[in-house]
């Protein structure tokens, strides 16, 4: 309604639909069907998701791409206003990940080292890939917040918003890799007792 498309653009903009019910049918089809009880089984859930959200974004970028390339450039600031207007600020309030970027949110530092010491009692060896499961903890917090580095100029259009999307993935891909492979060191330490404590 915003643009009028032409015909051309309308066969792009039916391709663009096509692509976001591919992606959000695959999303779906990706989901979880039993509980991940354990830690690294929760991980392996949540990467497992990103992976199945990177794909998504893959799927529609070109296609978008291919739409907004036929655009001219007043339809192109015509689509550009529709984003920028009510719909951003719902959407930057409610954005997945978002606490990530919040430097006050303490949780993807603050390990309860103490309490699972407590619990589980750990060997030497147990401690030291506990010990390096937080630094994990800490180097993907670090890892999440330099993705959060986006300034606003830079998702001014559908297609560049589109991008830092799949650029705030990675790194949460990367986030979780990182603490998975701690994780699976440290939980594949332990007796059957100290897992279930």
Not at 105 to 128: G, N, S
């Amino acid at each position: 309604n915003a643009i009028q498309p032409n015909e051309a653009q309308r066969a792009a903009l039916d391709q663009l639909a096509n692509a976001s019910e591919k992606a959000a049918a695959d999303l779906k089809a990706s989901c979880p069907t039993d509980i991940a009880l354990t830690a690294p089984r929760r991980l392996a859930a949540m990467q497992q998701r990103i992976e199945s959200m990177i794909a998504a974004v893959q799927t529609v970028q070109g296609p978008l791409d291919t739409f907004y390339g036929l655009l001219s450039d007043e339809q192109k600031a015509q689509i550009n206003a529709l984003s920028t207007t009510s719909q951003r600020p719902a959407r930057t309030a409610t954005r997945p990940g978002r606490q990530a970027c919040d430097v006050t949110q303490p949780a993807l530092t603050e390990w309860p080292v103490a309490m699972i010491e407590e619990a589980v009692k750990p060997t030497d060896q147990q401690r030291r890939y506990l010990d390096a499961l937080q630094g994990a903890a800490g180097q993907a917090a670090d890892t999440l917040k330099a993705s959060c580095q986006i300034r606003p100029e830079d998702t001014l259009t559908p297609s560049a918003r589109l991008i830092a999307v799949g650029h705030r993935l990675n790194a949460m891909l990367q986030a979780v890799k990182t603490v998975r492979a701690a994780m699976d060191d440290f939980y594949g330490s332990l007796t059957d007792e100290q897992k279930a404590a």
